[in-house]
């Protein structure tokens, strides 16, 4: 305790002595505390303010953020059909931006601000919305991913990732992120589990990781089980080709998921993204709007259809926020029980 104390009681003189700028190193502190891709989405929020307000050249300062053209921001916005949902994102950007930069929207400002994003909430409801856009959110079936697997399907790190992104609830960069010691199989009862160690997340910020089991889709050991969207005689299948084909070592840190057609690449977001998109094109009803986080949210809804009680899916999925889950990922998620509620009502 008083080592720290004089560690403490000296800092700040050492620093100045050494030359460093302490205002700088604050900054960076308070910067580290929101997420890379939370930064991203404020740099995209920043670059359209300055288009909108400035012209197309963006050149001219933003902060600080004046309440007007904010309010001109989100109108625009609006009225050329951005999300609601990306508007609101967007001026919460802004907003915690301003702060970071010294300054503040006045209470007035604030409310103001406030129903202007309401107003615009209110004008897309009368959007007719289009599965896979306009904020709708696909949500596969089982029957989507067994027409979409081909022959060699284990082979396929895509495949691999896809099923593992809906089985364990996984984003796409948590799964793509995953090494060769990160997996571990292992058998309880009469069935073939596989752990999975997640070591960073984009709601991990304090990075302390996680340690998720997923079993057998056929409660079997038998290796294959026969179930072709089973993920873990999937991932096992995979790892034992990729071993042996050489495309990875059997190494703690090696990554697993590799370019098929850059060996010794890892796959990219960007490849993956590409390639679901590919995967789901034929599939009719799809409209190949299939995005990445759409296997997270399948694997949700597939849970709650299966009776799942929502503490088991929100604590197996990792979020910590109550209500996300029932408000982003199970929404639409009863409509196909709608027409039993009369009987219901009356049966009790």
């Not at 129903?115 to 696909?138: F, H, L, N, S, T």
């Not at 697997?149 to 089985?167: N, Q």
């Not at 993956?272 to 799809?286: E, G, Q, T």
Request: charged share 25%.
């Amino acid at each position: 305790m008083a080592d720290r104390r004089w560690k403490a009681g000296s800092f700040v003189g050492e620093a100045q002595a050494q030359g460093r700028n302490l205002r700088v190193e604050v900054q960076d502190f308070i910067h580290g505390a929101l997420a890379k891709s939370t930064r991203k989405s404020f740099t995209a929020a920043e670059n359209l303010f300055l288009r909108i307000i400035f012209g197309n050249e963006g050149r001219g300062e933003l902060y600080p953020l004046s309440g007007s053209l904010l309010l001109l921001y989100i109108y625009v916005m609006s009225k050329v059909g951005y999300a609601p949902s990306t508007i609101r994102t967007y001026v919460a950007g802004l907003k915690t931006r301003n702060i970071e930069s010294g300054h503040r929207l006045t209470k007035l400002e604030c409310e103001r601000v406030k129903r202007a994003v309401k107003a615009a909430e209110k004008q897309g409801i009368y959007e007719v919305p289009v599965p896979g856009r306009d904020g709708e959110k696909i949500v596969l079936r089982p029957g989507h991913l067994r027409a979409v697997r081909r022959r060699g399907a284990t082979e396929d790190p895509y495949w691999i990732v896809m099923l593992t992104c809906v089985f364990a609830l996984l984003r796409a960069r948590e799964c793509l992120a995953l090494k060769y010691g990160d997996i571990r199989f292992a058998m309880k009862g009469a069935s073939d589990v596989m752990t999975l160690r997640i070591r960073k997340s984009k709601c991990d910020q304090l990075r302390r990781g996680a340690v998720l089991t997923v079993g057998c889709a056929k409660k079997s050991c038998r290796r294959p089980c026969g179930e072709p969207l089973c993920p873990v005689h999937n991932m096992y299948q995979y790892l034992h080709k990729g071993v042996h084909a050489g495309w990875f070592a059997p190494n703690t840190e090696d990554c697993i998921f590799v370019n098929p057609e850059l060996p010794g690449e890892a796959v990219t977001y960007n490849g993956y993204l590409s390639n679901v998109r590919a995967k789901f094109s034929s599939v009719d009803d799809l409209r190949g709007f299939v995005v990445t986080h759409a296997m997270r949210r399948s694997g949700a809804n597939w849970l709650w259809h299966a009776s799942v009680p929502l503490f088991n899916i929100r604590e197996f999925g990792r979020w910590s926020t109550r209500g996300t889950l029932e408000d982003r990922y199970l929404s639409g998620a009863s409509k196909s029980q709608q027409h039993l509620y009369s009987a219901a009502m009356l049966t009790g």
